[in-house]
């Protein structure tokens, strides 16, 4: 594809350690630490999703585990009551929350914060944070150390039987109601800490709402930056014992593992893999340097992505493979569509990330596996802002503004078509994801358009599509 004349851009080597933010930049950057309009539909809004994902959560389970995958109503409106009651049955006998799942969730919390705190780490200086005067934290970036050691603790203990990892599909409903209560434990803990402790930033008065988008930035506990630990170190980790368990279990139950079980070990795998090998680039991410710790990230992190992302391992796990074959050139196309989606995500994170560091000066290349050509752009052409900040317009970021969407929705989308036409709800993560995308898509926009004015525009003229280049 033709790139804009790129002539009036600076192209060169990044300059290391250059960027200054201008006096007019810190005046905006303050602006954007301060609460302006409510998001997310104000109090009413995080209010209804506070209450609303629990019991998405919990109906979307039961359609899947006992109704045969598909979604389930009252017939008429006497059924109403009836329905609730049967619903309320399966969470109250299928989801009780027993100190065997607290047992199993607490040790996993555990042992990730343990192997957090303990485990050598690659050392990466994170963006200056307004409100810290522009001051950088420190991220020991250890998660790749912590997955290896993870992957080689879980292989014993199964091996040795002394946890099968097939216990934690047999207990898929109790332990869903644990990482809720710890969901909202911790996001309430993190909330009245930060209160406490008189660092909260970013207010808007309103407890619901406070609540729901967290009160502190930069939560630490010592060394470890819990925002960033539990982006990773629990949803992900989680996820991909999930899928090892559905292997598990279909291996326990047919004596093989079907190729579409096989996808989503491999799909979220890939994925914790990539978080973690890599860690150094997430520190630049939205999540980490804008987004605060409240109940959405929290909430989200404990029980939202690892309950309700493997939908499609849990049919798998609880159906016969008859109900989701394909065809062996469904399969080439399935697993060639998750490498190419997954080789433009992780390229397109990496080129963005690594290229923020070249700027601040702090890129060191780290080897991890696996190092996938075109991570790192050289020369990379970008629009020099008044603010100080850069906007990289090569790699995948020349082509569409938000090419890194594109690439994890279509991971997305191909976790749900692993079960083809045989359950709805595994789609679940590629149609929620869909609205948190295009969602942030714009809140991030207008954040960008506030911080960076008419150099924005610029940008946007030059990188003029959103998600995929040439359509929109
Ligand atoms: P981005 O990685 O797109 O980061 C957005 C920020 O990067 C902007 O606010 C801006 O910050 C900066 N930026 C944007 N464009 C440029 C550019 N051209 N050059 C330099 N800087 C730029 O988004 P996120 O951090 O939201 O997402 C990171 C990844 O995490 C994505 O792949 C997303 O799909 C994934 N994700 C996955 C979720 C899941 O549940 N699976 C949930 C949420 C995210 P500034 O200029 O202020 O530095």
């Excluded at 969730?105 to 990466?124: D, E, H, K, T, V």
């Excluded at 925002?227 to 899928?243: C, D, Q, S, T």
């Excluded at 929290?298 to 008859?322: K, L, Q, R």
């Excluded at 989701?324 to 060639?336: E, H, K, M, P």
Aim: proline letters at 5%.
């Amino acid at each position: 594809m033709d790139l804009p004349n790129t002539s009036s851009l600076r192209h060169r080597n990044v300059p290391a350690a250059s960027t200054q933010v201008s006096e007019a930049g810190m005046e905006k950057d303050k602006r954007l630490d301060k609460h302006e309009v409510y998001e997310f539909g104000g109090p009413w809004g995080v209010t209804a999703m506070m209450t609303g994902f629990p019991i998405l959560m919990y109906y979307l389970w039961i359609c899947l585990w006992f109704y045969d995958g598909q979604l389930v109503f009252p017939s008429s409106v006497d059924d109403i009551q009836p329905f609730l009651g049967r619903m309320w049955g399966h969470v109250k006998q299928d989801a009780f929350p027993t100190p065997y799942a607290f047992a199993m969730y607490g040790s996993l919390m555990a042992f990730q914060l343990l192997l957090a705190f303990i485990m050598p780490g690659y050392q990466q200086e994170g963006l200056p944070v307004p409100s810290l005067g522009y001051k950088t934290l420190m991220y020991n970036c250890n998660a790749l150390t912590c997955w290896y050691t993870t992957l080689v603790t879980v292989t014993v203990l199964h091996w040795t039987h002394i946890f099968r990892l097939t216990e934690i599909i047999d207990n898929f409903g109790e332990l869903m109601t644990v990482a809720m209560i710890v969901g909202f434990a911790v996001s309430f803990a993190a909330y009245f800490i930060t209160i406490w402790r008189g660092e909260q930033i970013r207010m808007s008065g309103n407890f619901a709402y406070d609540l729901f988008m967290g009160a502190c930035l930069n939560p630490r506990l010592g060394s470890v930056d819990l925002k960033m630990w539990l982006e990773v170190r629990i949803p992900w980790v989680l996820l991909f014992l999930i899928a090892v368990s559905g292997g598990c279990k279909q291996y326990e139950v047919y004596g093989y593992v079907t190729p579409n079980m096989a996808f989503m070990i491999l799909a979220t795998g890939l994925y914790i893999n990539a978080c973690a090998k890599g860690e150094e680039c997430i520190p630049q991410t939205w999540d980490m340097f804008h987004e605060k710790w409240g109940f959405m990230v929290i909430f989200w992190n404990f029980a939202g992505v690892p309950f309700t992302y493997c939908y499609s391992i849990v049919y798998m796990a609880s159906h016969d493979p008859s109900k989701y074959q394909f065809s062996t050139i469904g399969y080439v196309a399935l697993y060639a569509t998750i490498l190419t989606a997954y080789y433009i995500w992780d390229t397109s994170m990496s080129q963005k990330s690594r290229f923020k560091m070249q700027t601040q000066g702090t890129f060191k290349f780290r080897k991890t596996f696996p190092q996938l050509p075109w991570g790192t752009i050289e020369n990379p052409t970008y629009v020099q802002t008044e603010h100080g900040n850069r906007l990289l317009t090569s790699g995948w970021w020349g082509y569409a503004r938000k090419m890194n969407y594109t690439a994890d929705w279509v991971q997305s989308f191909t976790w749900g078509l692993v079960v083809g036409t045989a359950s709805p709800i595994p789609y679940f993560y590629s149609v929620f994801f869909i609205t948190v995308l295009v969602h942030r898509c714009g809140r991030d926009f207008e954040r960008c358009a506030i911080k960076y004015g008419k150099d924005w525009d610029k940008y946007c003229e030059i990188v003029r599509w959103r998600f995929i280049p040439g359509v929109y």
